[in-house]
Each structure stands twice: as structure tokens, then as C-alpha cells.
T-cell receptor, first 114, second 111 residues
Framework: GAGVSQSPSNKVTEKGKDVELRCDPI?????LYWYRQSLGQGLEFLIY????????KSGLPSDRFSAERTGGSVSTLTIQRTQQEDSAVYLC????????????FGAGTRLSVL | SQQGEEDPQALSIQEGENATMNCSYK?????LQWYRQNSGRGLVHLIL???NEREKHSGRLRVTLDTSKKSSSLLITASRAADTASYFC???????????WGAGTKLIIKP
């Protein structure tokens, strides 16, 4: 596709419910990143996928968070039993190579947990 | 933990003036990048400067890098209202695929 696509753009959920956030990276980009950004803050790294390698999950804040990437393309970030502190913008980015190249971002999913 | 520290946290200037933002970091880097974010959504890459470069230009943007001081600056000349956004520096560590992000500078251009 022309750019990184994320859906939904906004998600409102009740505390305790599970949510799934989707990211469709730029075609041909082998690296995919998930970040979380709280209001007025910088980016917090969550997870990194590179090709068929095992993902780097070191940034996931708890075992309620998980992510997968199917077929080396689309990725889904799942948050189970959501808490109010999970409210944030979740950003996905993709890049061409394993080295720290330029990252291309989606518009993000704004998650609000009531 | 954050590698980059940016200052100022917020900057408000008149349209037409120049805006300067600074970024400091702690460890050796492969490159340093600047991104812009409008309205808390996706970030857009602006410019990349490699560790062996000292200055780089792109349109109205000028980036400098001082590896001895572990700092970089982003200068936006002749600012426009459309430059209003948050600006983030991100450092790429050697042999590492991650970008380490600063907390950002919020720039407001007053018409």
C-alpha cells in the first residue's frame, strides 16, 4: 500500500474487555514496530518484528499485551483485560531493513478505556 | 529509558522567525533522526544525520550534530503556521535496530 495503515483510528472500550489493534505496513517493509504514546509524552517501544525472526517483545508492559505478525505483513496488537492506564495512542511503524533506517508511521489508534 | 532529551519542552514564536530545538543523548549512535508529529498522530520523518556528519540541510531545515557533546540541533528557518507540531529526535544505536526517542518539543507558530 501507499503507507502504513492502522485500524481502527479510535477505539473506546470498557475496562476488562479485550481489544485488537491492526497494522498493515508498507509493502516490502520487513521490519515492523509497535509503540505506545501517552498524552504529551514520547514514544514507548512495545515490540519489534523482523522478517521471520523471533520478535523482540522486551517493551511489552505486561502479559496482557501480545502481538503477532502473519505472513510477514499485517500485525495485530492485542490487549487483554484492558485497564484505564492502557489508554493511549498506539502507533505502528515499518521500515525497510533490520538496521535502524527511517521509520514510516501509521496514523495510530487512539484507545480510550472507560 | 529515554536516550534523547530535548529542549525546550515547548517553544512559541512568531511566524517568520527561526525556531531552534536541541536534543542531547547519552551513548554512541549510528545516526540521529528528527521527526514531526501533528495533533498526536503519526510521525513523519524529516531528516537523518549520520554520526560522521556534522551538518545537513533539507529545505528550511538545518540539522547539526556534535558527537563530542552528544547533542544535535534542529533549526527551522522562516517559520510558518503549518510548522506548528511536536518535533522528536530519535537516535539509532550501533548494531541495534531500535530508535530511542526523546520526549519531544512542542512548537507553536503564532500568525
Amino acid at each position: 500500500g501507499a503507507g502504513v495503515s492502522q485500524s481502527p483510528s479510535n477505539k473506546v472500550t470498557e475496562k476488562g474487555k479485550d481489544v485488537e489493534l491492526r497494522c498493515d505496513p508498507i509493502s516490502g517493509h520487513t521490519a515492523l514496530y509497535w509503540y505506545r504514546q501517552s498524552l504529551g509524552q514520547g514514544l514507548e517501544f512495545l515490540i519489534y518484528f523482523q522478517g521471520n525472526s523471533a520478535p523482540d517483545k522486551s517493551g511489552l508492559p505486561s502479559d496482557r499485551f501480545s502481538a503477532e505478525r502473519t505472513g510477514g505483513s499485517v500485525s495485530t496488537l492485542t490487549i487483554q483485560r484492558t485497564q484505564q492506564e492502557d489508554s493511549a495512542v498506539y502507533l505502528c511503524a515499518s521500515s525497510l531493513a533490520r538496521s535502524a533506517n527511517i521509520q514510516y508511521f501509521g496514523a495510530g489508534t487512539r484507545l480510550s478505556v472507560l | 529509558s529515554q536516550q534523547g532529551e530535548e529542549d525546550p519542552q515547548a517553544l512559541s514564536i512568531q511566524e517568520g522567525e527561526n525556531a531552534t530545538m536541541n536534543c542531547s543523548y547519552k551513548t554512541s549512535i549510528n545516526n540521529l533522526q528528527w521527526y514531526r508529529q501533528n495533533s498526536g498522530r503519526g510521525l513523519v520523518h524529516l531528516i537523518l544525520i549520520r554520526s560522521n556528519e556534522r551538518e545537513k540541510h533539507s529545505g528550511r531545515l538545518r540539522v547539526t550534530l556534535d558527537t563530542s557533546k552528544k547533542s544535535s540541533s534542529l533549526l527551522i528557518t522562516a517559520s510558518r503556521a503549518a510548522d506548528t507540531a511536536s518535533y522528536f529526535c530519535a537516535t539509532a544505536l550501533p548494531s541495534n535496530y531500535q530508535l530511542i526517542w526523546g520526549a519531544g518539543t512542542k512548537l507553536i507558530i503564532k500568525p
